[in-house]
Every structure is written in structure tokens, then in C-alpha cells.
């Protein structure tokens, strides 16, 4: 397993490792093991498994292979992305503060402003896209930043290597969100971030059957902290999950390859529409870090947000889709399309969302596999006449 990991390229991890063949029987694709429990031959002899709470044999593979995929030294994962994203703030203590990206997913300021506050931890939110910013937000008691890049949903990126440069000196953990890109296409931890975390209910599940979340570890005591939490909390992921994530992760190369190429073209025929105001794309050259896009990722991914005017024309064109589905989430091989205001991001409430710049008229689109020119089709029907 290690001479994969050091010797592989990504697509060849992915099917690799974590992925073996079961020893006890040949077969290739990887057991569930679906047991709570597991026989001792006396006190303290056993095959390394006592409790499923613990550990479990697919999870282990699944967090084996999802390690290989970020390049770092282990994985943990739990029942959801927000369940990932809570076991790495209950590695902090009361008086701690977190600088955090003002652009999130809703759920994340939720989890910190409507529960970790009431434990004495501290969250300030700037626009994290100018560095800048970040280092006047820290302060004596800032143990962490947690970023996403690109944002969820207008699509400003971050520069990890230049946040990772001002944490490290102060020993701050930076902390990235790579749900929207997979470590396919970005990868936080050659660029000095400490934590990756993912919902892996998206791109790393890829068939919008299961929810999970992952953090990927690049110390040995955040491993430990995790495993510790995995059996002392339980919000683990369960093994039929964990098997649809490996399942899943096999086509993630083919699939982001594809992701993007029709990304690249429905944002392109969103950014000629007349009836389109404005379009978020990161592959879009008037992108105001387009630069930093091409240099940070190797693809742009098929997250696209675009401004309609107004709260009636989104629900116009919503009401209109027929193989884009209106649904939230994101990074399944259909495409969905979603209204960030009242869905993903109802929790910040109209004034929390005024100012970051999510309007009523904002529309999300995560451009699945289907043939692009069906959906180009499906938009062209639904939103008017170009
Ligand atoms: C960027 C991002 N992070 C985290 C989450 C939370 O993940 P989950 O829904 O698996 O709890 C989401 C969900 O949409 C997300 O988009």
C-alpha cells in the first residue's frame, strides 16, 4: 500500500489504495463489514478490532484511501460534512478564537455562531481573499483559520500558500474546506494547510446517494485527537457509507475531468446570455483571481453561481429546468441547481447575507455528466431566448 501511495499518480490511488482485494476471499471490490462487534480469542488478543465505534475494516480502507488522495499522514471520517467540520473545533478550548473565511457554507457559521459560542469559543469572518485581512484579524488567542476555497457560493478563492505562510510562524492551524474542488483539482496540503476537511457528500461520494465527511490529518496528535473523538463522541460514518465513498472515489478523476470540461462550457454560455447579470467562475478570465485559479488548482470544477435580478426571475427559470434538478447540494453526476438564499444560506438571515453579497436573484448550479448540449438545452429553455 505505501509503494502505491509514494509511487502513483492520483487516478491510480483513488482505485488503489484502501482498495485491495479482500485477502480472505479474492474478492475486488472491498467488504462491508457490517458487525458492531468483534470476537477476542482471549483478554486483549484480537485482530485490532474490538468495537465498531472504534474502527471497522471499510472505514479504515476508505480512510486509508482518502489519506492517499490529500497527501497526508491519515484520515478520519464521520457521519457528515458537518460532523467533520464539528470533531476539528472540539480539537479547540474554551477562549480560543478562529478566524474564518465570511463566505462559508451557511451550516459552518451556524455550527459556530448557534453552538460553539455557548463554549467560549470566539469567531471573527473577513474576506479572506485578501491575505491581508486574515493577519489583522488574529490575535493572542487565535489557534485557527478555517477557509473554504472557492467560496460557497460566489467563488472567491483564497490563497492557501500565502494564509499558511502568515499561520505557520505563529503556529495557527489553517484549516481548508475542499468540497467544492476534491483533491483532484486543488491540493491543500502541498500548499501548508494543517486540517483538509470535505463533505463528502459531494464530488468524493460523487452519486448523491450517502452523506459523509472527512478530515484529513498532517500530524500525528490531530490523528490521535480525532481517533480519540471517534470513539468518545460517535458521530462516525457507517460502513455501507463508507463502502459507497470507496465505490465512489474510484471514478473521481474521470468524473472531475468531466465535471469541468462541461463547466468551463456552461459557464461560458451563462456569461453570453443576456438575461444573466453576472456569472461567479473561477475558469472565466474576467474572474478577479483567475490568475490565482490557474495557479492554485489544476482544473476549475462545475461550481457556477449567476446573478438573474431578482427572486422572481430565479424561480421563474427554477420552476422551468427539466434535467437540471432544483435540489440543494452539489457534486453528483446530475446536475442541480439550487437558490443559495433560501436554501444553503438561509441560516445567515437576510441582513448576514446582504453583507457578503448573496442576493435574492443568485442562482447555483453544479453542472453534473449529462451531455453538456442537453443541458445547455435545458438552460436555454428555461431561463429565455440568449
Ligand atoms: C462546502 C461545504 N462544506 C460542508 C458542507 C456540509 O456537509 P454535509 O451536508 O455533508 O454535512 C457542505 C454542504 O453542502 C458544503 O457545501
Redesign the pocket.
Known amino acids: 500500500m505505501s509503494a502505491k501511495r509514494s509511487r502513483s499518480g492520483f487516478a491510480t490511488r483513488a482505485v488503489h489504495v484502501g482498495q485491495e482485494a479482500d485477502p480472505s476471499t479474492g474478492a475486488v471490490a472491498p467488504p462491508i463489514f457490517a458487525t458492531s462487534t468483534y470476537v477476542q480469542e482471549e483478554i486483549g488478543k484480537h485482530k485490532g478490532y474490538e468495537y465498531a465505534r472504534v474502527s471497522n475494516p471499510t472505514r479504515t480502507r476508505l480512510e486509508e484511501n482518502l489519506a492517499a488522495l490529500e497527501d497526508g499522514v491519515a484520515a478520519k471520517v464521520f457521519a457528515?460534512?458537518?460532523?467533520a467540520?464539528n470533531a476539528i473545533t472540539t480539537m479547540l478550548k474554551a477562549g480560543d478564537h478562529v478566524v474564518c473565511g465570511n463566505n462559508?457554507?451557511g451550516?459552518?457559521p451556524r455550527l459556530f455562531n448557534q453552538v460553539w459560542t455557548d463554549f467560549g469559543l470566539e469567531f471573527s469572518y473577513v474576506d479572506t481573499s485578501d491575505p491581508r485581512n486574515v493577519q489583522k484579524a488574529l490575535k493572542k488567542t487565535t489557534r485557527m483559520v478555517f477557509l473554504?476555497t472557492p467560496t460557497?457560493p460566489l467563488m472567491a478563492l483564497t490563497d492557501i500558500q500565502a494564509v499558511s505562510a502568515i499561520c505557520r510562524p505563529k503556529k495557527i492551524d489553517v484549516v481548508v474546506?475542499n468540497?467544492?474542488m476534491s483533491p483532484y483539482f486543488q491540493q491543500p496540503i502541498a500548499l501548508g494547510a494543517d486540517l483538509v476537511?470535505h463533505?463528502?457528500?459531494?464530488f468524493l461520494n460523487g452519486h448523491s446517494d450517502g452523506?459523509?465527511?472527512v478530515v484529513v490529518c498532517t500530524r500525528q496528535e490531530q490523528v490521535e485527537k480525532l481517533a480519540f473523538l471517534q470513539k468518545a463522541a460517535g458521530a462516525i460514518l457507517s460502513p455501507f457509507e463508507c463502502w459507497l465513498i470507496l465505490r465512489g472515489v474510484k471514478t473521481l478523476a474521470v468524473r472531475m475531468e468531466k465535471h469541468d470540461e462541461s463547466g468551463r462550457v456552461v459557464a461560458e454560455f451563462l456569461a453570453k446570455h443576456k438575461k444573466v447579470k453576472k456569472v461567479f467562475y473561477p475558469g472565466l478570465t474576467d474572474h478577479p483571481q483567475h490568475e490565482l485559479a490557474k495557479r492554485q488548482m489544476t482544473g476549475f470544477g462545475s461550481m457556477i453561481t449567476f446573478e438573474t435580478g431578482s427572486l422572481s426571475n430565479a424561480n421563474r427559470m427554477l420552476r422551468k429546468v427539466r434535467i437540471c434538478s432544483l435540489a440543494?447540494?452539489?457534486g453528483g453526476v446530475e446536475t442541480l441547481i439550487s437558490h443559495p438564499a433560501t436554501m444553503?444560506h438561509a441560516a445567515l438571515g437576510e441582513k448576514g447575507r446582504k453583507e457578503i453579497g448573496i442576493t435574492d436573484g443568485l442562482v447555483r448550479i453544479s453542472v453534473g455528466i449529462e451531455d453538456v448540449e442537453d443541458l445547455i438545452a435545458d438552460l436555454v429553455q428555461a431561463l429565455g431566448a440568449r
Not at 80 to 83: D, T, V
Request: charged residues 15%.
Open positions: 457528515s460534512g458537518m460532523a467540520i462559508l457554507y451550516g459552518t473554504e460557497n474546506d468540497t467544492f476537511v463533505s463528502t457528500t459531494k452523506l459523509g465527511g440543494e447540494s452539489l444553503t
